[in-house]
């Protein structure tokens, strides 16, 4: 449906504010031209409403972005950290089984070393030897 009045020769010159357009068709079309018609000055306000909804609505998209793109950075930045932190760190699993296999050579070698002159077991080496693994300490179940 064609509008019902045409201001299509009202162009916004490059720099001009919506404000100032706005102004010079009211003013220069709705106004002058029309003598003061209430239905071009109604027609042209409701026009112009819809423009700066759509310029308040670009706006906003535009902040919306970049406050988007301002989290998107702080947020990578934040995961590179964590990466750097991860990659020299161990999991809970791979250390525990390094405590363990420390704490099976520690038993081994103090059960080694009371041993008697030619390797002969005696009672003390055989205490250690008969001591438990330790238990799990960051993980439990995982590990038996």
Do not use: F
């Not at 916004?12 to 919506?18: A, H, I, N, R």
């Not at 106004?31 to 000055?41: D, F, L, M, Q």
């Not at 103090?110 to 300490?137: F, K, M, Q, V």
Request: charged share 30%; no cysteine; glycine share 10%.
């Amino acid at each position: 449906m064609k509008a019902p009045y045409d201001y299509s020769h009202i162009r916004q010159k490059d720099g001009e504010s919506l404000a100032e357009y706005y102004t010079r068709v009211v003013a220069d079309w709705a106004v002058v031209e029309s003598k003061g018609r209430v239905a071009r000055v109604r027609h042209a306000l409701h026009h112009m409403e819809g423009l700066a909804e759509g310029a308040g609505l670009a706006i906003a998209r535009r902040e919306g972005e970049e406050h988007l793109r301002q989290e998107t950075a702080r947020l990578q930045k934040r995961i590179a950290d964590l990466e750097a932190v991860v990659r020299g760190s161990v999991s809970k699993v791979e250390a525990e089984e390094e405590r363990r296999k420390a704490a099976v050579g520690m038993r081994t070698r103090a059960g080694l070393l009371a041993e008697g002159p030619d390797g002969e077991p005696w009672g003390l080496s055989e205490a250690i030897y008969a001591l438990p693994p330790p238990s799990n300490r960051w993980t439990q179940g995982i590990l038996t």
